[in-house]
């Protein structure tokens, strides 16, 4: 890391302006999670019978939910098995450090930041939580923890009469989908912190992007907020993407083409040489 990127982060931890972070599946990578897009991504293999991206649609959902269930169970299986990062461990150091002038952005429904120790509050899981369900017909906007007894799946495995039972709304007993946001369907502000997510954008003095390949909405509008109003702006991933080109157009853009489990710790360890912040 160059003297100019390193004297940047300490100014800015010594200023008062706001922290935000912007992670991607790249982030649990390490952790044994697959990515989207990477050639084992969950977009390029798939499932035996369907296009990958069809299993992450409503309308899927609504023809064949348990076929949706069974691969969504399947992901959390790998998600039960993975352990959080050095990487999640430094966002999480990151919050204790910046304390109300951080906020972490999420597309991952993985869970891992919040196991590393990073608070709900000041986390927004902007595609949902693969941990959480909730009832189909919208009987009440609560998400609701998976049932204990509906386990993870290996590939392909499916739900059991009992299992099925279980994926039920237990105020109203209509079907539960699955508490993620699908291709299908838009962001909104009570399941995804939709707003907010814009606001602290907005008020951003300092973005770190790290590992995703910036293949969606929201994230897109949060970096171009942020290079808008010349926030400083650190894009960290193992390959160019369109976040590295949106950083590197600004004044205050940098490039760490380095995993994300070797960035983060060395930019906690800028940050926690500063005393005053
Ligand atoms: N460290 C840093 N970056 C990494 C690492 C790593 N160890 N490993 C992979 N990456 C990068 C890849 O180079 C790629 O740019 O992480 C990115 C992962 O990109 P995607 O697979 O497209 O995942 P993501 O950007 O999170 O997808 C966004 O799309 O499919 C939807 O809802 C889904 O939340 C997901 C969203």
Same mark, same amino acid.
């Given at each position: 890391?160059?003297?100019?990127?390193?004297?940047?982060?300490?100014?800015?931890?010594?200023?008062?302006? &706001? /922290?935000?972070?912007?992670? @991607? %599946? @790249?982030?649990?990578?390490?952790? !044994?999670?697959?990515?989207?897009?990477? %050639?084992?991504?969950?977009?390029?293999?798939? +499932?035996?019978?369907?296009?990958?991206?069809?299993?992450?649609?409503?309308?899927?959902?609504?023809?064949?939910?348990?076929?949706?269930?069974?691969?969504?169970?399947?992901?959390?299986?790998?998600?039960?098995?993975?352990?959080?990062?050095?990487?999640?461990?430094? *966002?999480?150091?990151?919050?204790?450090?910046?304390?109300?002038? /951080?906020?972490?952005?999420?597309? &991952?429904?993985?869970?891992?930041?919040?196991?590393?120790?990073?608070?709900?509050?000041? =986390?927004?899981?902007?595609?949902?939580?693969?941990?959480?369900?909730?009832? *189909?017909? $919208?009987?009440?906007?609560?998400?609701?923890?998976?049932?204990?007894?509906?386990? !993870?799946?290996?590939?392909?495995?499916?739900?059991? #009469?009992?299992?099925?039972?279980?994926?039920?709304?237990?105020?109203?007993?209509?079907?539960?989908?699955?508490?993620?946001?699908? /291709?299908? #369907?838009?962001? &909104?502000?009570?399941?995804?912190?939709?707003?907010?997510?814009?606001?602290?954008? !907005?008020?951003?003095?300092?973005?770190?992007?790290?590992? =995703?390949?910036?293949?969606? &909405?929201?994230?897109?509008?949060?970096?171009? %907020?942020?290079?808008?109003?010349?926030?400083?702006?650190?894009?960290?991933?193992?390959?160019?993407?369109?976040?590295?080109?949106?950083?590197?157009?600004? $004044?205050? @853009?940098?490039?760490?083409?380095?995993?994300?489990?070797?960035?983060?710790? +060395?930019?906690?360890?800028?940050?926690?040489?500063?005393?005053?912040?």
């Amino acid at each position: 890391m160059g003297k100019d990127l390193k004297d940047k982060l300490k100014n800015f931890a010594r200023s008062n302006e &706001n /922290f935000t972070v912007l992670t @991607g %599946a @790249g982030v649990s990578a390490e952790s !044994g999670i697959p990515t989207f897009r990477g %050639a084992e991504g969950y977009w390029t293999i798939g +499932s035996r019978e369907y296009q990958p991206q069809e299993m992450a649609t409503y309308s899927m959902f609504t023809q064949n939910p348990y076929e949706v269930w069974k691969w969504y169970l399947y992901r959390k299986n790998i998600c039960e098995k993975a352990d959080p990062n050095s990487g999640h461990v430094a *966002v999480a150091e990151m919050e204790k450090l910046f304390k109300n002038r /951080f906020t972490l952005i999420t597309q &991952n429904v993985d869970g891992l930041h919040i196991r590393a120790g990073n608070t709900t509050e000041r =986390t927004f899981q902007i595609h949902g939580n693969i941990f959480f369900m909730r009832c *189909v017909n $919208e009987c009440t906007s609560k998400i609701f923890p998976l049932p204990e007894h509906l386990c !993870g799946k290996e590939k392909d495995e499916d739900l059991t #009469e009992e299992e099925k039972c279980l994926v039920r709304c237990p105020y109203c007993g209509s079907l539960t989908r699955p508490h993620v946001l699908w /291709f299908d #369907e838009t962001y &909104n502000e009570t399941h995804y912190s939709y707003q907010s997510t814009l606001e602290v954008a !907005g008020k951003t003095g300092l973005l770190l992007i790290v590992g =995703t390949s910036g293949a969606t &909405n929201l994230p897109n509008q949060v970096a171009t %907020a942020v290079h808008h109003h010349k926030g400083i702006i650190i894009d960290i991933n193992v390959e160019h993407n369109p976040c590295t080109q949106l950083a590197l157009s600004g $004044e205050k @853009g940098y490039f760490i083409q380095q995993p994300s489990s070797t960035a983060l710790p +060395s930019i906690l360890e800028i940050f926690k040489t500063c005393e005053n912040r």
